[in-house]
């Protein structure tokens, strides 16, 4: 097995401790602090070697905001657009991602298969959502579009009452799902319903995230509105993604239950700007986007302040994937300490997804996946050009020249 030495830089190493100097070995997918017997020997001076990013909200499935664009694929063009996402992402040093509905096992497989070049994803096939909820794209006209379409690997979202839920989470662990994501209020995108809403009974989520814990498959929440939010906590999701209203209570029950907030900041700017700049959108939504963007901020301060749990998750969709680490300097701005911007994307986002005995830390035996990053790696606004290389299981997927021209 291939042994490559990374010398001379520093190392963030995921928990949220100081960057120091450190010796890595690359042995085969794994790694080794120190120095020691290598076949190659990397120069890393004047870098810092990161654990490889974990982004725990994409839709890699999702590739254009405009609707109309997107009625116009074929049906299985979605898959060969998701291998340009995964790899868009891949190159941007996220070398973990969980999928917040759309891909199924059959993207997962063919990421771990090697098949095609991406992050390692955990999955949750299709979010579930009440009639006339944000799964539910029901026009006035009758039609309703949806973009994320049945297949044998991807049921419908669309369920009421506990006992469909209940089959609906069975068939999607049976179809691979590693989390279960449940629309507990409405939301931007969905033409019908309103963000500050709840949705779903509390009987309705309790049999939700009751049945996937019954096989021990956590539950993630899409929740803006503070009832949405606090319902979902209270059946016992693992994360809430966006959290866009929330108040004293939603905070104290998130405390309480130790709750993981998903802020996805980037995803809420990148929807105003694409929308200023004309994209076509069903009616109303512009509107929606604007209001819940105002709010987004203001609760990730509030969120930050408390000490409420923070994993990194950029929502990454159409344009956005490869630009998911804006989220950095976005959570940076909104108060969250530097240091612990990196941790919510790393350590944190790993712990989140279950998978931070491999991931998301740089110890002695974990995973090799690493990121290398020229100048200073706090300042967030020169992500992801500042990146070098990427690692993925010990293999350098991603190798780009220094500001300076020089290769590292
Ligand atoms: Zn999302």
Request: net charge negative.
């Amino acid at each position: 097995m291939a042994r490559t030495l990374l010398t001379g830089a520093r190392i963030f190493d995921g928990t949220g401790a100081d960057l120091r100097e450190q010796d890595l070995v690359i042995d085969g997918e794994t790694l080794r602090l120190g120095a020691g017997d290598a076949d190659e020997t990397v120069d890393l001076a004047g870098t810092t070697v990161l654990p490889g990013f974990v982004d725990a909200h994409v839709h890699v499935c999702l590739s254009d905001l405009d609707l109309v664009a997107n009625l116009g694929y074929p049906f299985s063009y979605q898959f060969f657009l998701a291998e340009r996402n995964l790899r868009r992402t891949l190159d941007a040093g996220i070398t973990t991602v969980r999928d917040a509905s759309g891909a199924d096992l059959g993207i997962q497989r063919a990421v771990d298969d090697g098949l095609i070049d991406g992050p390692a994803l955990r999955i949750s096939i299709i979010a579930l959502s009440q009639t006339g909820g944000h799964g539910d794209h029901w026009l006035p006209s009758g039609n309703a579009p949806e973009i994320l379409l049945e297949h044998p690997g991807r049921p419908s979202g669309v369920v009421d009452g506990p006992d469909e839920a209940r089959k609906r989470v069975r068939e999607l662990i049976r179809n691979g799902a590693n989390f279960i994501k449940v629309n507990t209020s409405g939301g931007v995108f969905s033409p019908r319903d309103n963000p500050a809403h709840a949705h779903f009974t509390q009987e309705e989520l309790d049999a939700i995230v009751s049945e996937a814990a019954r096989v021990d498959v956590p539950a993630m929440a899409h929740a803006h509105g503070a009832a949405g939010i606090k319902a979902a906590v209270r059946a016992g999701v693992r994360s809430v993604e966006h959290g866009t209203d929330l108040d004293d209570e939603a905070i104290a029950l998130m405390l309480e239950r130790g709750t993981w907030l998903v802020p996805t900041l980037g995803v809420s700017q990148f929807i105003v700007d694409r929308i200023d700049q004309g994209a076509a959108v069903a009616p109303g939504i512009a509107e929606k986007a604007r209001a819940n963007h105002a709010m987004r901020a203001d609760s990730f301060k509030r969120a930050v302040d408390a000490g409420v749990r923070i994993a990194m998750g950029s929502d990454a969709a159409a344009e956005m994937h490869g630009r998911n680490l804006v989220e950095l300097r976005l959570m940076a701005e909104g108060g969250l300490a530097p240091l612990r911007v990196l941790e919510a994307a790393t350590r944190s986002a790993a712990e989140l997804l279950g998978v931070d005995d491999r991931v998301g830390t740089i110890a002695d035996g974990r995973q090799a996946d690493l990121v290398v990053v020229s100048g200073d790696p706090l300042d967030f606004a020169a992500y992801p050009e500042n990146i070098l290389r990427v690692y993925r299981k010990g293999k350098l997927v991603r190798r780009r020249p220094s500001p300076s021209g020089q290769p590292v």
